[in-house]
């Protein structure tokens, strides 16, 4: 596998743990303890992920993340917790998957994985913010299952063809600047607005 295929399957699931970390570490878990997703030996350091343990608790926790996810508002309150969390995760999935025996790439790594996933994070959590606002409760429901759906489908292209999976990341990342680049235009359209002058 070449330094490219490396660096794109690292940023694109580095950028889809800014979106859905706990899913992201349980379906590729599940994938290799099942075989679907037969890794290369310099990948092999992933099989951590595969441990029934780490499995059971990713699942707890994406199982959660969920039923979270699709509330109003307690979505964004549990985007608020993972502010942290996200970007640490994806920094170590990114770590996880580089080339183990040279230091300075894995630092390199951690530290774009982690800026990757918090990006990411960011461009959810103000996206989410911008549907919690529209009044209706069907929207924020069939967002996130888009994004469960997106993450589940990008994860797995950019394990099984990696050498698309720098693409992928591109992809990603256009999109979550686009979302960014959007919740800020919303909300500074929303502090330019005059308030309503009193009646006499």
């Given amino acids: 596998m070449g330094v490219m295929e490396i660096i794109g399957i ?9 979106w859905r970390l706990y899913l992201s570490i349980f379906a590729t878990g599940l994938a290799m303890r099942l075989g679907a997703l037969p890794l290369p030996e310099h990948l092999q350091s992933l099989d951590a992920l595969a441990n029934p343990w780490v499995m059971g608790v990713a699942a707890i926790a994406a199982l959660a993340e ?30 996880a998957i580089v080339d183990p025996s040279d230091p300075a790439t894995q630092v390199v790594a ?14 959810k959590a103000g996206a989410r913010g911008m549907v919690n606002a529209s009044p209706e409760p069907v929207s924020n429901v069939a967002v996130s299952t888009v994004e469960d759906v997106a993450t589940a489908g990008l994860l797995y292209a950019a394990y099984e063809y990696p050498y698309v999976a720098g693409g992928i990341a ?7 600047i686009w979302l960014i680049w959007m919740a800020r235009k919303i909300v500074r359209s929303l502090f330019r607005r005059k ?3 009193p009646q006499s």
């Fill in 10 to 18: 690292a940023g694109s699931v580095s950028l889809l743990a800014g």
């Fill in 66 to 95: 969920f039923f979270a996810d699709k509330v109003m508002w307690l979505d964004s309150a549990w985007d608020a917790i993972h502010t942290f969390v996200r970007p640490l995760g994806g920094a170590l999935l990114a770590l």
């Fill in 170 to 176: 591109l992809f990603l990342l256009a999109l979550v």
């Fill in 195 to 197: 308030p309503a002058e």
């Fill in 110 to 123: 951690f530290l774009l994985g982690g800026g990757a996933a918090l990006t990411a994070h960011a461009g």
